[in-house]
């Protein structure tokens, strides 16, 4: 079972910058769909950002100009990279392999206005 660790979030205020990691412990980012989610309290998880298995990125509106995914495959990670943090962007913040139905255990991200 390959495993899926975050870490980079944290507190800050708005317009503040974070920039979130994800590591696989196996080298699966080079060919597979990579993409990080949000949930909020009490809201459903919703698609941030996604790199497809082609190269192609997409980003959910809400985030577009502010957010940037990228991947590392030599060191089987991805970040999100947050600028212009708005406390709306205030969530947990996972990383997924879709195809393969891998999520990491999380990580906070909370903005204060």
Aim: aromatic content about 8%; proline content about 3%; charged content about 15%.
């Amino acid at each position: 079972q390959v495993q899926l660790v975050e870490s980079g979030g944290g507190s800050v205020q708005a317009g503040g910058s974070l920039r979130l990691s994800c590591v696989a412990s196996a080298r699966i980012f080079s060919v597979n769909t990579v993409a990080w989610y949000r949930q909020a309290p009490g809201k459903q998880r919703d698609m941030v950002a996604i790199i497809l298995s082609t190269g192609a990125i997409n980003y959910a509106d809400s985030v577009k100009g502010r957010f940037t995914i990228s991947k590392d495959n030599t060191k089987n990670t991805v970040y999100l990279q947050l600028s212009s943090l708005k406390p709306e962007d205030t969530a947990v913040y996972y990383c997924t392999v879709p195809r393969m139905n891998y999520w990491g255990q999380g990580t906070q991200v909370t903005v204060s206005s």
